[in-house]
């Protein structure tokens, strides 16, 4: 089944510090990696989109990472704000062309605190 | 507008009655896509539109659901029948073209209560 699977669910930090998010999927085809940012009541916002090729790719203080072997990224945010609390969606599209599709993960639920 | 627009913002009905929801998209963007969120949760596709035409509806959940994009911009999803299990959140994207290399802009999508 094509699932897109991130954890933690939810993660509270304190301001400055950093930490990383993770997503495991098993969509296949794969086609790209993306990485979105929610604030509550907002549509998400694209931060990063990463290919096949690409193993590595920086958004400001946000870097992505991408093993396309073993299905899995990671989202690194560096020296955090609190403007950084918001949910974070990895999405996986699966397929090219018209047939592709997004598939999202439920994301998770960073709040960053003074 | 320099974003996709949707209205209203919120919408509260009751089950029973017909809802629309509008979307915006950025303009000369091709490719519009409407997802369902539900609470905690990603979105979870419902439809997409390659200028008028409606490429994929696989993830409209019943027939009570439809939408349309007749001049290939603004678009409309239509809920018939509303019941409690279509309380969500309705975003729409769009993009220049496809779903390939192109990032999807969202709007901040359509809160809906059916009571």
């Known amino acids: 089944k094509n699932q897109v699977e991130q954890s933690p669910q939810s993660l509270i930090i304190l301001e400055g510090k950093n930490c990383t998010l993770q997503?495991?999927?098993?969509?296949?085809?794969?086609?790209?990696l993306r990485w979105y940012k929610q604030d509550t009541g907002r549509g998400p916002v694209s931060l990063t989109i990463m290919t096949f090729s690409e193993n590595t790719k920086s958004n400001g203080r946000y870097t992505a990472t991408l093993d396309a072997d073993t299905k899995q990224s990671s989202l690194h945010i560096t020296a955090s704000q609190l403007s950084d609390s918001a949910s974070y969606i990895c999405?996986?599209?699966?397929?090219?062309?018209?047939?592709?599709?997004?598939?999202f993960g439920t994301g998770t639920r960073l709040q960053v605190t003074l | 507008g320099a974003g996709v627009s949707q209205s209203p913002r919120y919408k509260v009905a009751k089950r029973g009655q017909d809802v629309a929801l509008r979307c915006d998209p950025i303009s000369g963007h091709v490719s519009l896509f409407w997802y369902q969120q539900a609470l905690g949760q990603g979105p979870e596709f419902l439809t997409y539109f390659q200028n008028e035409a409606q490429l994929d509806k696989s993830g409209l959940p019943s027939d009570r659901f439809f939408a349309e994009r007749p001049e290939g911009s603004v678009s409309t999803l239509k809920i018939q029948r509303t019941q409690q299990e279509d309380s969500a959140v309705y975003l729409c994207?769009?993009?220049?073209?496809?779903?390939?290399?192109?990032?999807?802009?969202f709007g901040d999508g359509t809160r809906l209560s059916i009571l």
């Open positions: 994207a769009s993009s220049l073209v496809g779903q390939g290399s192109q990032p999807q802009h």
């Open positions: 999405v996986v599209l699966r397929g090219t062309g018209t047939a592709s599709k997004l598939t």
């Open positions: 997503c495991n999927y098993t969509v296949s085809p794969f086609s790209n």
